[in-house]
């Protein structure tokens, strides 16, 4: 359970931050729209207690030049081992190698 917890997460957390970015490039303020998409179609945990975004939210790593939260290390072994166990059980997580992608750069 604690793999397939985290790779949504991690699946989560790339896509809000591209979300989020996205609005930034286009104007809109990141603290407004996160709070749009909180209550839309759009809302998920990490809007609501972990939110990317510098400034957007106090006290989480994103406003505190990114010290203190899950390290990425410790993600990538995580979609590291739901990948391998993806592959073992013949099972297709396109989202999830993408985000164990992302989290090894």
Known sequence: AKICNNMLLA???AGTS???ALGAKNGLDPA???EIMKQSSGGNWALNVYNPWPGVMEGVPAS???QGGFLVNLMA???GL???NAVTNQ???PMGSLARNLFQL
């Open 11 to 13: 699946i989560l957390m």
């Open 91 to 93: 099972a297709s997580i």
């Open 77 to 79: 072994k995580d979609l």
């Open 64 to 66: 505190r030049d990114y």
């Open 32 to 34: 407004v729209l996160s």
């Open 18 to 20: 591209e979300a989020l």
């Open 82 to 84: 739901a990948f391998d």
